[in-house]
């Protein structure tokens, strides 16, 4: 099993989770976060103050999937959220030792 | 003397928008702070509701518009409304009940000290707020009523014209800001870090507020219903809407936005011109007041950032820079055909009474920045201006308040 966390642009987020329930993916937990990568931030002005906005709204999707599908789920992320512009953000791909359906005790991929 | 009806239930009307303002100005500064600070900054101003209603009912109103002594204040017969009656008071409300005049009065003197809490946002003591209200009302705000309005006072006798407050609440507000931003220091950070307004949808609700309210502020100071009225209100709109184009316009020039905090800001700084010439000036002088009120106030903020004082949330560049506008544009504007007991300004052949009104506009700088100073000058030395580094860290909503606007 692995667990797949994607930070993307907030906009795209109904776009990305249409498609990944289309290819079967059940659940998924989101997060509104900010921050910066090659991107960097913004200015943005106020009465002539200006000030450097360095951490950017962000959308984290974690979701985890057994081995055989995280190919086609990150190709899937990849597909949707891109726009091809700077600031796209990032997948990162992990192990995940053991899951557990709390309801009823189910383990493993039987729990996802 | 009879009383008007009609004329009462105007001032009654007018005295209701004019309290709304103060709530209003509340939402105005508290959505442009952070968010740990919003119910310190919202509090500032609507207390005011409290502690000077009861400053007014007690003295205040006595001092400012009570029987002159020596043409700088009133005298203290009418201390806790005593002969402030049901009938009307042919001074100051030839047709409404003294009474009915004395409340909307009050408003005024209640908005005014609350003006001043934008330039020391993010860091001032409470308990010492509180002191600094009762004093700022008593030896500012109350004589400069009295020289502006009062009967006998001085600045009324020389023939200046103030009809809603330009000098008595905005020129005195806006100075003593300065003063208290000179002497409160700027904020820990100020220059360093990140202090964007965190709740502009707020500071727009409360621009509108003060819109909606100011019609009664200059509508009303008409004492009643009718001509007179009708010219405040109608120049009033113009002049807003004039500045909240104009300042959005030259941002947009020179900053490449087009700002919801630049368009209500210039609402404000439009309504804060307009206010002493309203019952003076017709409605093409009012669109060019309000034009020039916002590219002057756009000017006068940028500035601030070049001197390097940190008055939080532009009172001098709005309320001191536009109600000094105001006051020069009202020797300028006024005419004779608007209001028969004014006066013509310079564009209607009168050169004398551009030099008036500057004469009161830099009699309203000095005493009030004077005044303010050594108030606050002796607040810091017996009670302490600003809150700790620690509670300025953790904002004023926990500190001073025990309280968080928002919980999540």
């Known amino acids: 099993m692995k667990k797949i966390e994607a930070v993307i642009k907030p906009f795209k987020l109904d776009e990305v989770k249409n498609a990944l329930t289309k290819i079967g993916i059940q659940g998924m937990t989101v997060t509104e976060v900010k921050g910066f990568g090659r991107q960097r931030g913004h200015t943005e002005v106020y009465r002539g103050a200006e000030y450097k906005i360095d951490f950017l709204p962000k959308i984290k999707i974690e979701l985890i999937t057994p081995e055989e599908m995280v190919l086609q789920v990150i190709e899937t992320i990849e597909r949707t959220s891109k726009t091809g512009k700077i600031g796209d953000g990032k997948i990162f791909v992990s192990p995940i030792d053991e899951v557990i359906r709390i309801r009823t005790g189910e383990r493993g991929k039987d729990a996802i | ?408």
């Open chain 2, 1 to 408: 003397m009879k009383v008007d009806t009609g004329d009462t239930a105007w001032i009654f009307i007018s005295s209701a928008l004019v309290m709304l303002m103060t709530p209003g100005l509340a939402l105005f500064y508290g959505g442009m702070v952070r968010s740990k600070n919003v119910l310190g900054t919202i509090m500032q101003s609507f207390i005011a509701l409290g502690v000077i209603t009861i400053q007014w009912v007690l003295y205040g109103y006595s001092l400012a518009f009570g029987p002159d002594i020596g043409h700088v204040i009133g005298g203290l017969n009418w201390i806790g409304l005593r002969g402030v009656g049901l009938e009307p008071f042919p001074d100051y409300s030839a047709t409404v009940p003294h009474q009915a005049f004395m409340i909307f009065q009050m408003m005024f003197a209640v908005i005014t000290p609350a003006l001043i809490t934008g330039a020391i946002a993010e860091r001032f003591k409470f308990k010492t707020y509180l002191v600094f209200l009762i004093l700022w009302a008593t030896f500012v705000y109350d004589p400069l009523a009295h020289w502006v309005w009062g009967v006998g006072g001085w600045i009324r006798n020389l023939g200046a014209l103030d009809f809603a407050g330009g000098l008595v609440v905005h020129v005195s507000s806006g100075v003593a800001a300065l003063a208290a931003a000179l002497t409160v220091g700027k904020r820990k950070g100020y220059g360093d870090e990140p202090m964007p307004p965190h709740n502009l949808t707020m500071t727009l609700l409360g621009a509108a507020l003060l819109w909606f309210g100011w019609f009664g502020f200059n509508g009303g100071s008409a004492v009643a219903s009718g001509g007179l009225a009708t010219n405040a209100f109608v120049v009033t709109h113009i002049s807003t809407a004039s500045a909240a184009l104009s300042w959005m316009m030259v941002e947009w020039a020179y900053r490449g936005n087009p700002t919801v905090l630049g368009a209500a800001s210039g609402a404000v700084a439009g309504l804060v011109a307009i206010t002493p010439a309203s019952g003076f000036v017709g409605p093409v002088s009012a669109i060019l007041i309000g034009l020039a009120a916002g590219v002057a106030c756009y000017f006068a903020i940028n500035l601030k950032n070049r001197l390097g004082y940190d008055d939080s949330l532009d009172v001098v560049g709005v309320h001191g820079v536009g109600g000094t506008w105001g006051a020069l544009a009202t020797g300028l504007f006024a005419s004779k055909a608007i209001n028969p007991s004014g006066n013509d300004g310079l564009f209607f052949g009168n050169l004398s009474l551009v030099g008036i009104q500057a004469l009161s506009v830099i009699s309203a700088w000095i005493y009030s920045f004077t005044v303010t100073l050594i108030i606050l000058k002796i607040l810091d030395l017996t009670m302490g201006l600003r809150v700790s580094e620690e509670h300025e860290i953790s904002g004023l909503d926990i500190s001073q308040h025990g309280e968080a606007g928002y919980s999540f």
